[in-house]
């Protein structure tokens, strides 16, 4: 099968702490005012990408893998991952705070919940003046400690709280404690795992006007207690050249900021490639097809391409593989 650069339909979340960024800033078909996230490539069971370009259009993600998984995926991908997408792609717009949360590691999702963990990265696309977000602690903090706070209501007080700007990219492992802060408008690059444990929401109610469930007692065992700055990615932004931004075991993480056109010999990447646009807008091409995209819009450009060529007079793109 000829695969091109393929654009997939945005799945929309409602979440209680959503906005109208990802309308008013990205141009996403959002229907209420509390869209929270945009899911641009998920194969998560119910929530599963759906092409919406060229001959291919309609066809599932998870379609896509079953019939032509190497050629999509890349033969290590497979190998690593069977015929499951390892990644999930989001953009989220926190109008408001969202809830403390932390991910398990790999080891205790699978023994859990039969799941991967969720190591993650975010790019700030956009945010209001003085929004920041929660990562990690600002102090090391034993387990009695943590669970004292928590008995007390003044887990607040051992949080690290860090102002944001556009551009700033932050990379939070498993079990580290955080939270996006109201204003904030980021893409997020994560392994493909929905498991979250809330550990603090602000005493918020649902629109049933129910307290949100926490998980207090599973994340005890699954909290980094130790103060890490490990978390802020500082990368080059030089102009027409790919800059690393991130290389973890789950995903490579690049930014490509181009003022013109380029060519990229990608003939020895065995995997697949996504760009997420996050400024200006490009023409991809694979040879087989070209794709273009603007602000807040994201391809899969698949495994078995041998160059991509970018046409722009300006973008900044998240380049990610495996």
Not at 49 to 60: C, F, P, Q
Request: aromatic fraction near 8%; hydrophobic fraction near 35%; charge should be negative.
């Amino acid at each position: 099968m000829k695969l091109y650069p393929l654009k997939f339909k945005p799945i929309l979340k409602e979440r209680l702490w959503g906005g109208t960024k990802l309308k008013d800033v990205l141009g996403k078909p959002i229907e209420t005012d509390i869209t929270g996230e945009s899911w641009e490539l998920s194969t998560v069971k119910g929530d599963v990408s759906v092409v919406s370009n060229g001959d291919l259009a309609g066809t599932s993600l998870q379609q896509l893998i079953e019939t032509n998984a190497e050629e999509l995926l890349g033969k290590s991908v497979v190998e690593r991952f069977g015929k499951e997408f390892p990644i999930l792609i989001k953009f989220i717009d926190a109008k408001q705070d969202l809830s403390i949360q932390l991910h398990p590691n790999d080891e205790l999702a699978k023994e859990r919940h039969d799941s991967f963990g969720k190591t993650e990265m975010w790019y700030i696309m956009d945010a209001d003046k003085g929004a920041n977000l929660i990562v990690g602690f600002n102090k090391d903090v034993s387990k009695e400690e943590y669970a004292k706070s928590m008995e007390n209501n003044t887990l607040l007080d051992l949080l690290n709280y860090e102002t944001v700007k556009e551009g700033d990219t932050f990379f939070i492992n498993t079990g580290k404690v955080h939270a996006i802060g109201a204003g904030v408008l980021l893409a997020e690059i994560q392994q493909t795992s929905d498991v979250t444990y809330r550990v603090f929401d602000f005493n918020r109610r649902d629109k049933n006007g129910n307290l949100r469930e926490l998980h207090t007692e599973m994340a005890l065992d699954a909290i980094d207690y130790d103060k890490k700055d490990d978390f802020v990615v500082d990368y080059s932004a030089e102009k027409n050249k790919v800059n690393s931004m991130v290389d973890c075991p789950y995903f490579r993480t690049n930014y490509i900021n181009l003022s013109e056109n380029m060519k990229q010999d990608v003939t020895d990447r065995d995997s697949f490639t996504i760009y997420m646009c996050v400024d200006g807008a490009v023409t991809i091409n694979n040879v087989v097809g070209e794709t273009h995209i603007k602000k807040g819009e994201t391809i899969l450009v698949p495994a078995n391409s041998t160059t991509i060529s970018f046409k722009t007079t300006g973008t900044k793109l998240l380049e990610v593989t495996i």
